[in-house]
């Protein structure tokens, strides 16, 4: 407007009017508020919700509590950012619950709708006494806690034999001997460079990463070669490993059943998992896992090509490995079903599959719900109905003719199986909350930038005046 009525120079002038100090500020508040409206008020409509929750520490030292909520809307699930705000004192469990508390009474949410609560296993989300998955279960007694599924999985995947611990520990003393400067990091990358290796840096180890272990080990045992030479030529002890071939094909092994661990971790990764879904993933794992120890004990190493692949070079024999793998594959069984032990899947199974004559015999539900079952069970319409959808949305679709058996389905298809969008969250929490912004207030910013939710552009435009004067 003003180039049209005073030209260019007076609006080139008037671009170098800096905005007010809040301005920015106040719209991404303005736009969050709008986001959290439209979130509380799809999640009043629901039925039931669920929650996952985790805590971390931002880059200022602060305690943030993360918290995603799914619900129903539209006649589907929905995985909806709740909110993050710091803990003013300590992450205890019942700070942690005080502030849920605060956020959902505020909102106006019912507690008695909340079905289930993830979380991690630490204590002060879990204490039987004062943790918050027992405060929760106090004003929401519908809510099942799910400890999450890929922490126990992370959990599994530490234990091994002292052996095989060892390996692993010199391994990571050989990465961090290497990445110890910049100076052995650049030489090492010189020489992988003029040997020819694919890949020329060694990657950092770290527990808090779910795919560390797996990603360095192989990346290890790729570049054995470059990096026997460059530790010889430094005079390490640690070059002797790499010339003990039953060192190298116990790396090998490691190699191989990490990045089996790590497959199996990402699969159990992403939105609308399901207890079903995840379920049938460990199953299978634990399944494969009988499958390799008798191939083991057979002397058939198929299952590791990696170790298959360096014994027959080498020509190695491979009794003095099976020992070791078997035991470790033993131990991997065993810790598997500790943590997730096997349960009666044919009690949910006419959740699955309504239609199944099987799963209609066994639902173990109160006659006059078991009697609905039958009538849903041969209806046709349904059933084709079934086969094109997501099981939470056919679920969701009956839920007027067939209000009980779909409160009943979505009491065990609602609630999360893993944290993984709070861990993803977390992500978004260190760039938008980093050493360059340490004192931002940070709930607005990360709600825009995680929610799928839009802002009503036109409806916040509308409440300002078009003009303002100063």
């Known amino acids: 407007m003003v180039c049209i009525m005073l030209g260019q120079n ?9 905005l007010s100090n809040d301005t920015i500020a106040r719209r991404i508040h303005s736009m969050a508020k709008d986001v959290t409206e439209q979130v509380t008020n799809m999640v009043k409509q629901s039925a039931f919700f669920a929650i996952q929750i985790d805590e971390t520490t931002d880059v200022s030292g602060s305690a943030q509590m993360l918290t995603y909520i799914k619900f129903e809307n539209d006649q589907k699930l929905h995985e909806e950012f709740f909110f993050c705000q710091p803990l003013p004192q300590r992450a205890t469990g019942e700070q942690l619950f005080s502030l849920l508390d605060t956020f959902v009474t505020n909102s106006g949410l019912e507690w008695l709708r909340c079905v289930g609560i993830c979380s991690d296993g630490a204590r002060a989300m879990t204490g039987n006494n004062s943790g918050l998955v027992t405060r929760v279960q106090a004003v929401a007694p519908q809510a099942v806690w799910t400890h999450c599924i890929i922490h126990r999985q992370a959990l599994v995947a530490k234990k091994m034999p002292p052996i095989l611990k060892q390996v692993l520990d010199e391994a990571v003393r050989t990465v961090n001997f290497i990445k110890s400067s910049a100076t052995s990091a650049r030489l090492f990358r010189v020489l992988c460079e003029e040997m020819g290796a694919e890949h020329h840096q060694l990657l950092y180890h770290t527990e808090v ?13 790729e570049l054995r070669d470059e ?11 640690l070059a002797e490993n790499f010339l003990d071939a039953k060192w190298l094909a116990m ?25 079903f879904s995840s379920t049938d993933k460990i199953e299978s794992w634990i399944k494969k896992l009988s499958l390799w120890y008798t191939r083991v004990e057979s002397g058939n190493f198929e299952a590791f090509p990696l170790l298959d692949d360096f014994l027959h ?8 490995l ?10 991997l069984q065993q810790q598997f079903r500790q943590y997730f032990p096997e349960k009666d899947r044919k009690a949910e199974a006419w959740i699955r599959n309504p239609f199944s004559a099987e799963a209609t015999a066994n639902a173990c539900l109160p006659l006059s719900v078991a009697e609905k079952l039958i009538d849903l069970s041969c209806d046709e319409t349904l059933n084709l109905r079934y086969s094109e959808q997501p099981l939470a949305n056919f679920w969701i679709s009956v839920q007027q003719e067939y209000p009980d058996l779909s409160s009943a389905a979505l009491k065990v298809l609602t609630p999360f ?25 940070v709930e607005d910013d990360i709600r825009l930038y995680l929610s799928h939710t839009k802002p009503r552009f036109k409806n916040l435009c509308s409440t300002l005046q078009a003009h303002p004067s100063h």
């Open 10 to 18: 007076a609006a080139t002038q008037l671009d170098l009017i800096p």
């Open 227 to 237: 990096v026997h030479f460059f530790l010889s030529d430094r005079d390490s002890m």
């Open 322 to 331: 099976k020992p070791v793998i078997i035991s470790h594959l033993e131990s």
């Open 209 to 221: 990463r779910w795919l560390s272990r797996g990603n360095v080990v192989n990346r290890l045992f």
């Open 417 to 441: 199986t893993s944290t993984y969008l709070c861990e993803a969250g977390f992500s978004a929490l260190t760039l938008l909350k980093n050493r360059y912004r340490s004192r931002l207030a």
């Open 251 to 275: 790396l090998a092994y490691l190699a191989d059943i990490f990045d089996r661990l790590n497959v199996l971790n990402t699969s159990l990764q992403g939105q609308e998992m399901t207890v």
């Open 313 to 320: 070079d080498n020509d190695l024999p491979k009794h003095d």
